[in-house]
């Protein structure tokens, strides 16, 4: 498949998932790379990348950190995040402008795959740790890779309402995640998270507005839920933040040991697509051999949100899967979520 080809499936799949606006104007970009443009200039170095590799929202991400950056006063006009209103002729010339004279910066911004560190995801992580009762309450070591600014690590410090109005986790919090699952009955589980810890190639400290702007970046702008959620998030973690190390998954994953009277957890989400074979198989080698020393007093749960298919040539969803590691792994496909989290559909 074609640069191209790529930036309208991209465009194709924003529309689907809610963003009219990345719909028009990654199909304006398509447009633009096709036509030999300033796009064309940009996607040059990744003209064989893959479709995972996201390339069309790594070049949004760079433009909208340019708008929040305040770098490019008359695209933000057009941009929902900062109060604007998408119009796309009207914005084209600007982004045209931006493209141009910003490129430097946005081929940086694209070096790296998108760090969306989605906070409705943790909708997936709390339901997952709600209703896997046969854990108890045992406090929870909670370690994440691709963790990015590790908001998903401050799971507990959200608050989450089902479908009928039942609240878990933290009853005061500004991250509210609503109608975040169907009713069902839980386990009148306490999630306590004793331990946290995530890691990522390039993580983000979240210790200057610039930090909060770059993880901002790639939350799409026209939806406003959803970046409203992140931006309350990186204020709960700028009081405490989460430690992400700057490290690879494997050799992160290679470091975990387990603790006697803990739930050792490792999750990750919407990630594994960017790590390579071999590094995936290396992750789920050390995970196995870990495993094996895993026990009742000392269990391992692999919990994962990620895009999958259930059988050869079908379509993927985002299932989140639990593999339960004593001595070994059982596999449990909990439920399945939007791309972005909630709700969380059980299975």
């Not at 929202?57 to 305040?70: A, I, M, S």
């Not at 500004?174 to 386990?187: C, F, G, M």
């Not at 992750?283 to 692999?302: C, K, N, R, V």
């Not at 596999?331 to 972005?340: D, M």
Request: proline share 6%.
């Amino acid at each position: 498949m074609s640069a191209v080809d790529h930036f309208r499936t991209q465009a194709e799949g924003c529309g689907r998932l809610g963003s009219a606006m990345y719909a028009d104007l990654i199909a304006r970009l398509a447009d633009d790379l096709q036509a030999g443009g300033p796009t064309d200039v940009l996607v040059a170095p990744y003209a064989d990348a893959s479709g995972p590799a996201a390339i069309a929202l790594r070049l949004t991400g760079g433009l909208h950190r340019l708008v929040l950056d305040g770098a490019v006063p008359e695209l933000a006009a057009y941009y929902p995040s900062v109060g604007g209103e998408y119009d796309g002729d009207a914005a084209w010339p600007h982004v045209e402008a931006a493209l141009r004279d910003h490129a430097d910066a946005i081929a940086e911004t694209m070096t790296s795959p998108p760090q969306t560190n989605e906070v409705g995801r943790s909708a997936a992580l709390m339901a997952g740790l709600l209703a896997l009762s046969q854990y108890g309450d045992l406090p929870v070591r909670l370690f994440e890779i691709g963790a990015g600014a590790g908001l998903n690590l401050l799971v507990d410090r959200y608050r989450f309402v089902d479908d009928e109005g039942r609240e878990y986790g933290a009853a005061d919090s500004d991250v509210v995640i609503t109608n975040a699952w169907p009713a069902r009955e839980l386990s009148a589980r306490t999630v306590t998270i004793t331990e946290r810890l995530g890691c990522d190639i390039s993580p983000i400290s979240l210790e200057s507005d610039a930090d909060e702007n770059r993880l901002l970046s790639y939350v799409w702008p026209d939806m406003s839920e959803r970046f409203d959620r992140a931006r309350a998030a990186v204020h709960i973690a700028r009081t405490n933040p989460p430690t992400v190390r700057q490290q690879r998954a494997l050799d992160f994953v290679s470091d975990l040991t387990l603790q006697d009277g803990t739930l050792t957890v490792l999750w990750h989400s919407v990630m594994w697509q960017y790590v390579d074979p071999p590094e995936r198989d290396g992750i789920l080698e050390q995970i196995a051999s870990l495993s094996m020393g895993a026990s009742d007093q000392a269990p391992l749960l692999h919990l994962r949100l990620e895009p999958r298919r259930r059988k050869p040539g079908g379509e993927h969803e985002f299932l989140l899967a639990a593999d339960h590691c004593r001595g070994g792994s059982q596999s449990t496909i909990v439920a399945h979520t939007a791309p972005h989290g909630p709700p969380v559909e059980w299975e």
